[in-house]
């Protein structure tokens, strides 16, 4: 244009342009933030945001193209071609900065203004291209074409730009929505219900005007769309108008809306035709509003000869119009009842007010049904009116939800929780709950597969779609800026926050409680305590979440640390209580150290109330903070602690894994940093991770240098836990002399140190060590004070173990029934507090119990559960002895085959940790089966008792010897040898005398009477 026209020539057309294009962006609700020479940029969604911006940029660009393509022939002629648009289109968050005061303007920056200017520079003449984010937003309102792929300055992705062609068909949510297919209705019964008890009404020529309300996405639309196809239309004439978020500036909108429909005027009649019809049909409704002709042809801006009364002018002219739709609707309602919708109210113009005032003032004595649905920010005047029901649409419960994401993903099966999940996102809203689901699915974190859903991954962080957090930052962006402050200042603090804490962070600049107070009325928040001091709670999470994420990182971290500092001020008196928040303030703050101090401290008291999951997230964000401090002492010495204390609450396999390779690391820095004490106790976690892995030899030689460390510097805290260690892993190597020794030796120093919980457990292992060596009263009274301890500090963990020892003492003395009571009080115990290693060792001792009080059948279930946690944990330990006595109880049941194998097997495994004790009880129970075997291996049998003896007698376990006596008797006896079985089963029961052992001795004592002796 430059070069063909003179400048003033230029300057007016340009000037021109710009005028229309400030008029056309505005009226779209957008703004024209610069000129740069002959381009213009306009933004949407500042500085206050619709939730649909990208329709209201894409609908104004329309209108701009259209406006130049009316004023490009008049000056073609000039330039010598067509004067041209081309427009970008992206969106995005943009960066900008505050409004400058002296031009009004933004400065903008950022990836997403580029991109859009890059889209302009691309398009042809008179297109309009978009973003393929723009396009996914806009995408069923306009029709788009794709083009070739352009590459972006920084972006290895090259971008797909659309064309956009024009409208679709469908404007309204709502419309799409029915498009893609609606989902299942729920719960709005009672709601339906009112709309028809009303219908009843006006059937019966009572008038009736009904409200609908509710937020947006609550299902006022789909309410009056299930309502209207409930109506039999051939005896109930419909109705409706639509209010337009950019109607406001036309005058009746809604009404117009409703009278085109109503008389059938269609988009593609002609000028003439329109005419004819509408004057046809609105004299077909009455004669006599025909007077009114005028002023409907003047409504629906139809060209005709019927001239506007000339006295009809400003204020006559609305009160005239007012009448005049008031009586074509109510005289409707002379051929047959009427339903009148009018939705979206909260966007109708003044006239139509004023309009629907008058006509409701009318209505009560017509057929007819006025129906009009808004959202709650309208505020609705209407005066008291007793034909009047108002019906507000409140949130979905979960079941309802439920319904819904059933009816979406198309699964008859919903996966744990997940219900409650999205019914807790979505704040029970339909629109949300639907959006949601749609996002889970397109991002394949819901899969559906034969009617069944499950989660791809986790959804603990599951983040909103952009459409619902538009919804909500458009009806937040409608709070007074205060208001807003005192929200994001609320929004870091927590759903739920202290009037104290926010009072304490925000500038004193303005009345927080004004603000607050506004807030409430508004809904947004609501107060959920007084007394002691005022809290409050977000209605919604999202609400918090999308307040939340308006917050650059930067400023969040600053906040965060702030929140903490004024907690620690407000509550120091009781900053017990505050450690898991403070905890989580400062860890996403920029203040490490005091968020690895909280981190340990929220970790122990999680810890102390056997929450491992907490104590582990906890202890595991200290480790990761404390590594990436720079390095220095204080930094390293928080990573030992993090170290030894994840250790201590670790129970997977995968712990152990993680534990070992901390502790590794951890030794080093120890070691380093001459630091003795921390030394001691990662030798003995290390030690004590050996012996979970069972390389006892490892564990032993880490217990002794911890323990020795700890006797040089004299301190009986911590020698415990290695002595501790040691005699269980002497035990576990079957040297019960030393184990028992060890063992009294840590009862001692655990009752010295006052650790009431490891002396418990001690002192049942004590017991139960010296059981096996036949000393059943000593073991007795260490098994009773266990019990007793555990039951006075209330300790589940200790009270399962005593319970479970206690049981193995009356076990190995052949007290089966009495056994049993105690394993199944130890089972019920462990099963309470998810103590799933005792669960498996008590159940298979408890499956052994019943073999041997011949129910081998309940034995085989309990061995075979307690088989299956074994691999559940991953652990070896005990296993051997599990599969014996599942071996024997598998004898018991008339399997050999498959009994002789698992003796195998357990042999096998007892040999690999050379515990002998137990592979003793599995040579055994091998003789035992071989000897029933057809055909019978005596000699196989014999070699494998004789084996077990002589290891018994080794390692001195009195009971088991004396019961593989009667065992070996009853070898001999089918062998023919009988003398050899007397003095063997006189061996045994001479022994079984001694020790107090009742049912054995009855066995056999029986066995010798058999023998005729
Ligand atoms: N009770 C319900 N059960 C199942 N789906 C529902 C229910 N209510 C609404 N929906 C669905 O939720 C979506 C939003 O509902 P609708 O469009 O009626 O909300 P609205 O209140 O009209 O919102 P707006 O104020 O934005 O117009 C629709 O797809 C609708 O089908
Ligand atoms: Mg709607």
Redesign the pocket.
């Known amino acids: 244009m430059n070069e063909q026209l003179d400048p003033e020539e230029v300057e007016e057309i340009m000037t021109r342009i710009k005028k229309e294009s400030v008029r056309i962006v505005e009226s779209y609700g957008g703004i024209v933030n610069q000129f740069v020479g002959d381009e213009i940029l306009a933004l949407f969604g500042i500085p206050t945001g619709h939730e649909d911006d990208p329709i209201r940029a894409v609908k104004a660009a329309l209108e701009l193209h259209k406006m130049v393509r009316k004023i490009s022939p008049g000056i073609e002629d000039r330039i010598k071609k067509p004067l041209t648009m081309h427009t970008g289109i992206n969106s995005g968050l943009i960066v900008t900065k505050l409004r400058d005061n002296r031009n009004g303007l933004y400065g903008i920056t950022g990836e997403t203004v580029n991109t859009g200017a890059r889209l302009k520079s691309q398009a042809g003449p008179d297109n309009i291209l978009v973003s393929p984010g723009t396009k996914r937003l806009i995408a069923p309102y306009f029709e788009t074409v794709a083009l070739e792929e352009i590459r972006m300055k920084g972006k290895t992705e090259p971008t797909i730009p659309y064309r956009v062609i024009g409208e679709s068909k469908i404007q309204?949510?709502?419309e799409a929505?029915e498009q893609k297919g609606?989902?299942?209705?729920?719960?709005?019964d009672q709601e339906l219900a009112i709309l028809r008890a009303c219908l009843k009404k006006v059937v019966l020529g009572k008038g009736q005007f009904v409200t609908v309300i509710?937020?947006?996405?609550?299902?006022?639309?789909?309410?009056h769309?299930e309502f209207r196809h409930m109506l039999d239309r051939e005896e109930i004439t419909v109705l409706q108008g639509r209010c337009q978020p950019y109607g406001r500036n036309i005058p009746y909108f809604p009404f117009i809306d409703s009278l085109r429909w109503g008389i059938r005027l269609r988009e593609e009649d002609s000028p003439a035709e329109l005419l004819e019809k509408a004057v046809t049909n609105i004299k077909a409704i009455d004669s006599s509003l025909e007077q009114f002709i005028p002023l409907y042809l003047h409504l629906l801006s139809i060209q005709s000869y019927y001239p506007l009364p000339a006295h009809l002018q400003g204020k006559e002219l609305r009160k005239a119009m007012e009448e005049a739709l008031a009586v074509i609707i109510t005289l409707n309602t002379q051929h047959q009842p009427m339903v009148m919708i009018l939705e979206?109210w909260h966007w109708s113009d003044d006239a139509s007010q004023a309009a629907l005032k008058h006509l409701i003032g009318m209505t009560a004595p017509y057929a007819l049904m006025v129906l009009v649905?808004y959202?709650p920010i309208y505020q609705a005047s209407w005066g008291y009116l007793s034909y009047h029901t108002p019906v507000v649409?409140k949130s979905?419960d979960v079941q309802?939800t439920e319904?819904?994401i059933r009816?979406i993903t198309g699964a008859t099966h919903l996966p744990q929780g997940l219900g409650e999940l999205i019914y807790e996102r979505s704040g029970g809203n339909?629109?949300f709950?639907?959006e949601i689901c749609y996002s889970l699915i397109e991002e394949g974190l819901v899969v559906v597969k034969d009617g069944k859903a499950s989660l791809t991954q986790s959804l603990v962080n599951l983040s909103l779609p952009d459409t619902v957090q538009a919804i909500i930052r458009t009806r937040l962006d409608r709070l007074d800026s205060n208001s807003k402050e005192a929200l994001r200042l609320a929004s870091v603090i927590g759903r739920v926050f202290g009037q104290r804490v926010l009072e304490r962070i925000s500038s004193a600049q303005f009345e927080l409680s004004e603000s607050l107070e506004a807030l409430k009325v508004l809904e947004v928040i609501q107060q959920t305590r007084v007394l002691p001091e005022a809290e409050f709670t977000f209605r919604h999470v999202l609400t918090q979440k999308v307040v939340y994420d308006t917050l650059l990182l930067q400023r969040r971290k600053e906040l965060h640390g702030i929140i903490g500092l004024a907690i620690e001020e407000l509550y120091s008196e009781r900053l017990e209580e505050q450690l898991p928040i403070l905890a989580y303030h400062y860890i996403r703050s920029d203040r490490q150290e005091k968020a690895i101090e909280y981190a340990l401290s929220a970790g122990d008291q999680a810890a102390s109330l056997y929450a491992n999951n907490e104590a582990t997230t906890y202890y595991e964000q200290a480790f990761t903070m404390s590594k990436t401090l720079p390095e220095s002492p204080k930094a390293q010495q928080w990573q030992i602690d993090a170290a030894l204390k994840l250790a201590s609450v670790g129970i997977t396999r995968q712990d152990i894994e993680r534990d070992l390779k901390n502790l590794e690391q951890a030794r080093v820095l120890a070691e380093r940093l001459n630091d003795e004490l921390r030394l001691a106790r990662v030798l003995y976690w290390l030690g004590r991770i050996h012996y979970v892995l069972w390389n006892p030899q490892v564990a032993i030689e880490h217990a002794r240098q911890s323990l020795s460390i700890a006797d040089q510097l004299g301190d009986e805290a911590l020698a415990a836990p290695p002595v501790n260690l040691m005699g269980r892993v002497y035990w576990q190597l079957s040297d019960f002399a030393q184990a028992s020794h060890m063992m009294e030796r840590s009862v001692e120093q655990m009752r010295r140190i006052e650790n009431k919980v490891e002396e418990s457990t001690a002192s049942a292992l004590a017991g139960y060590v010296l059981a096996f060596l036949g000393k059943f009263d000593r073991a007795l009274v260490h098994a009773d004070h266990a019990i007793h301890l555990a039951n006075e500090i209330q300790n589940p963990f200790a009270k399962a173990n005593a319970y479970h020892l206690r049981g193995c003492i009356s076990d190995q003395r052949g007290e089966w029934n009495q056994a049993i009571q105690y394993y199944k009080e130890s089972m019920r115990i462990a099963e309470k507090a998810e103590d799933l290693f005792r669960l498996y060792l008590v159940k298979s001792y408890n499956g052994r119990a019943h073999t041997m009080i011949k129910n081998p059948s309940h034995g085989r279930v309990l061995l075979e559960e307690s088989l299956a946690l074994a691999e559940q944990i991953g652990t070896k330990f005990w296993l051997a002895w599990q599969k014996t006595a599942l071996a024997a109880c598998l004898f018991n049941l008339g399997e050999l085959e498959t009994g002789s194998h698992l003796c195998q097997e357990a042999i096998n495994l007892g040999e690999d940790t050379n515990d002998r004790y137990v592979i003793a009880f599995a040579k055994r129970t091998f003789a035992e089966i071989l000897s029933c075997l057809e055909p019978s291996d005596f000699h196989k049998a014999d070699q494998a008792i004789l084996e077990a003896i002589r290891i018994q007698q080794e390692i001195g376990v009195k009971p088991e010897l004396a019961r593989s006596y009667v065992s070996y008797t009853h070898l001999l006896i089918e062998k023919g040898e009988e003398e050899k079985a007397l003095e063997y089963l006189g061996k045994a029961i001479g022994m079984f005398q001694k020790m107090g052992m009742v049912w054995d001795l009855d066995q056999a004592e029986q066995l010798h009477r058999k023998l005729g002796v």
């Not at 609606?182 to 709005?188: A, E, L």
């Not at 509710?214 to 309410?223: A, F, I, Q, T």
Request: zero cysteines; proline letters at 3%; glycine letters at 12%.
């Open positions: 309204t949510r709502f929505a609606f989902t299942i209705y729920s719960g709005r509710g937020e947006e996405g609550m299902g006022k639309s789909r309410l769309y979206d649905t959202r649409l979905l309802n319904n819904i009816s339909p629109l709950i639907e």
